[in-house]
């Protein structure tokens, strides 16, 4: 067994090639933005005849489990993990500000003026002199601290950047809940929020695209004190606590106009095999391993990506409570997610077939864990009150690093954790 780890940039060009080649990885930590693709192609392995044979209990998984169904209804993924996006912030300056944590946790958006939030982020910018966004002066061409980080971002999600506010005012992606036919880019809603990302841009208080190079991670910015707030995936959870010498609060998404929506995108990476893998039945061993809560538990003890197990996701947060980010304390300035009074509950939005796993995520009174996380078509959408662990995973790329597994000249992918 050899495991090969690629950068997430070069990831999926390296596996397309392999495909062309037939020297593909036997198997492979898959996207959800790159399964249709792939199963279209006929390259990825059903793995339903595997999971009657050995009876494997689909339901451990608490997210993830249809967002790896193609639209005739086969399995041809395992839910490896989900996501969320948070709010991630230097203390030191929101403190030198004159805001708490408290503020951030309930911060609110709207496209016309920007909200709470869009106040906030004035004054957090300083010019090199040391004048803020919102006081006269203000040097925007000179800027030693932006207010927010980039949310004008490139990719067609904004993942994690505009999508959790866009989201709070019911805009939806795609024209149905199930394989789209249409795109809402045209939708005034995102024209609205579109809008107000350049204003943002135009004002100084947020970076343009181009104004840091691609090797600049957000959590080198936040570090450096070249922006004082941004909104992160989840996974960074852990990176941006271990900062030498700053202390990053951590709080909920913006609420809506409404005071009570909080909204991301979300679905579950998944770990998939190879249609043209000569090692199938080696592949699905791996594979099955890695949808065990032995495996999933294993692998998140560094708190680097949540599983979709939730006994794992459990282990996962007590590590990483360890290491300074607690996830469940709803009064906590570190806290990602906040505890509701009962533990999280999905149902369906309105029209939504058996097909489709978006979820609305609620707070409800007695305990349930769904099956399904969502497959970047819509967002989960949140009230006030963010449930515990076990939400769907923000939409996302998978790892910047990715792995790929040998067996003598054959290769099976596993996945590169966050």
């Known amino acids: 067994m050899k495991i090969t780890q690629y950068n997430v940039t070069d990831y999926f060009t390296k596996l397309t090639a392999g495909f062309v080649a ?5 198997a492979f930590q898959n996207s959800v933005q790159f399964f249709p693709q792939y199963a279209d192609q006929n390259q990825l392995l059903p793995l339903d005849d595997y999971i009657k044979k050995d009876n494997f209990d689909l339901s451990r998984f608490s997210v993830g489990v249809d967002s790896w169904k193609y639209a005739e209804g086969k399995q041809y993924g395992l839910p490896l993990d989900w996501a969320a996006t948070g709010l991630y912030y230097n203390t030191d300056m929101l403190t030198k500000a004159g805001y708490s944590a408290k503020d951030v946790q309930n911060l609110n958006w709207n496209p016309d003026n920007g909200g709470t939030i869009g106040k906030m982020i004035a004054h957090l910018t300083l010019d090199t002199k040391g004048r803020r966004g919102d006081e006269p002066g203000f040097d925007k061409a000179h800027i030693k601290t932006y207010g927010f980080g980039q949310l004008a971002a490139k990719d067609f999600l904004g993942q994690s950047t505009w999508s959790s506010f866009v989201s709070t005012t019911g805009w939806w992606l795609g024209n149905k809940a199930n394989w789209p036919t249409e795109l809402n880019y045209n939708d005034p809603r995102l024209v609205k929020t579109m809008d107000w990302i350049r204003t943002l841009v135009a004002k100084g208080y947020a970076p343009k695209i181009g104004t840091f190079t691609n090797t600049v991670s957000d959590v080198d910015l936040l570090s450096s004190g070249k922006v004082a ?8 959870a852990s990176t941006y606590a271990k900062i030498p010498n700053i202390k990053v609060g951590i709080g909920p998404t913006v609420l809506g106009s409404d005071g009570k929506t909080r909204a991301v995108f979300s679905n579950s990476n998944g770990n998939t095999i190879w249609a043209g893998t000569k090692n199938r039945d080696l592949a699905w061993k791996w594979v099955s391993y890695m949808g065990s809560e032995t495996c999933q538990t294993k692998a998140s003890a560094t708190g680097t990506f949540f599983p979709s197990i939730p006994a794992s996701m459990d282990a996962s947060a007590k590590a990483l409570k360890a290491q300074g ?10 806290g990602l997610l906040r505890r509701a009074e009962g533990r999280q509950c999905l149902r369906r939005h309105a029209g939504q077939d058996q097909e489709h796993p978006e979820r609305e995520v609620t707070a409800a009174s007695s305990a349930h864990r769904g099956q399904d996380a969502a497959r970047a078509v819509r967002p989960a959408v949140l009230p006030d009150k963010r449930p515990y662990a076990h939400h769907p995973h923000a939409n996302r790329q998978p790892a910047r690093g990715r792995h790929l597994l040998r067996r003598g000249t054959h290769r099976t992918g596993t996945p590169a954790h966050h």
């Open 325 to 334: 980010v607690d996830l469940t304390d709803r009064a906590s300035d570190r």
């Open 229 to 236: 707030m941004e909104t992160g995936g989840s996974w960074s």
């Open 22 to 26: 037939g020297t593909a990885p036997d």
